[in-house]
């Protein structure tokens, strides 16, 4: 069989969803004439390399690799390497190149799809209303970090590799390119895959759909807009989460990135890479300033780290994440809920550096942190 047979394969075997899920633990998103509560935010991943192991992992990051470098595979840039813990070797991919290497510059092209979701009661959330803000926050445009005047993903991966960046490549950069913005993309919501109501705490409308349901509309939208495997797609919508299960009970998903591997008539592969954020109003989650540009935050740092969902870890722990229980996989956003710092009147989120998911002692990450703010002080607790 052919080794391009033999990638195949392996892609098609590992690819699966990354879902940022956010409810409650029990009766999460319930209605009633009060309006909807969506409850306490969590994280819960779906990752497509969890049942395989370690070594598993390494040949589909071999096989991946061989087929970019050798032309099999169209996706976005991405360099690859590997960390030792605990005796054993967890290959992994990042989007760019790698830092230690020197400065080099990597630009992905990237597009915003703006959603506008019909509900069956006729309700309509459209993000289209929420184009300009995105546009203008953070992830696309330039603010000062600590790392450097950057964007936000820029920003994250700088100040996760300081040891690299400060030394020998100060000019490493990761960015995003000005958004191509397409044309609005109306969903009709089939009342059987989702509703709408109010926000019990603020009284916004409020859309909750099934995530399954939606990601099918997504994946179709890859091939209907004839969109490349070589750029970074973001569909955008407003006040509108997800719900797994088929119960709109189990909600809400704000956000999520996949790797969808696909085989031409002609034989061509190519993995497309995707995120679905929804932009928020403020207060829907409570106190917790899950609001704006928070959840494509979470998932752009995610997409960077991790952008064909195979990245696996040591288990690892997180004292902000109890609901993970033992978790294995390089989701940077995932160990930190509800902690968030402001850019410019924008809430992203923090994020975790390889190093703490390394177990590495003293952490790559500028001043030896293992999160961009410092929210954890030691490389993760094992379980």
């Known amino acids: ?23 409650t633990i029990a009766s999460a998103g319930a209605q009633s004439a009060a309006g909807v509560d969506v409850g306490t935010p969590r994280y819960a991943t779906f990752h497509g390399n969890t049942q395989v192991g370690a070594a598993g992992a390494a040949a589909h990051t071999a096989a991946v690799a061989a087929a970019r470098s050798s032309g099999f595979v169209e996706t976005v840039p991405f360099w690859s390497s590997a960390f030792a813990a605990d005796g054993s070797i967890y290959p992994f991919q990042m989007v760019g190149t790698d830092p230690s290497l ?149 909600c809400c998903i704000l956000g999520y990135h996949n790797a969808l591997p696909v085989t031409t008539a002609s034989g061509d592969s190519k993995i497309y890479t995707y995120a679905f954020a929804a932009y928020s109003d403020p207060g829907l989650f409570g106190s917790l300033p899950i609001e704006d540009i928070h959840a494509l935050s979470h998932e752009i740092s995610e997409w960077y780290n991790d952008p064909f969902t195979d990245n696996l870890t040591p288990n690892w722990t997180s004292p902000l994440s109890p609901q993970y229980g033992c978790s294995n996989i390089l989701e940077v956003g995932d160990p930190l809920v509800g902690i968030a710092f402001d850019v410019k009147g924008y809430h992203p989120q923090d994020e975790t550096f390889y190093s703490w998911f390394a177990r590495q002692d003293p952490s790559l990450g500028i001043g030896g942190k293992y999160t961009y703010l410092g929210t954890f002080t030691a490389y993760a607790p094992t379980c």
Do not use: C
Request: net charge positive; glycine share 8%.
């Open 102 to 250: 020197g400065s080099k510059t990597t630009t992905v092209k990237t597009e915003i799809i703006p959603l506008k979701l019909v509900f069956s009661n006729g309700v309509v959330l459209d993000g289209t209303q929420k184009l300009d803000k995105t546009e203008d926050s953070p992830i696309f445009t330039k603010a000062d970090f600590t790392s450097g005047h950057t964007q936000y993903g820029d920003a994250i991966q700088r100040a996760e590799f300081w040891k690299y960046v400060s030394n020998g490549s100060k000019n490493y950069h990761v960015l995003l390119s000005e958004p191509k913005i397409y044309k609005t993309v109306t969903l009709n919501v089939p009342a059987e895959y989702g509703i709408e109501g109010p926000s019990r705490r603020t009284g916004a409308p409020l859309g909750r759909v099934d995530v399954n349901w939606f990601d099918t509309q997504l994946q179709g939208l890859l091939f209907s807009l004839n969109l490349s495997p070589k750029t970074l797609p973001i569909f955008l919508d407003y006040n509108t989460f997800l719900y797994d299960g088929g119960d709109p009970a189990n």
């Open 1 to 23: 069989m052919s080794t391009k047979k033999n990638w195949l394969k392996l892609i098609i075997a590992f690819s699966l969803v990354t879902i940022a899920t956010f409810g």
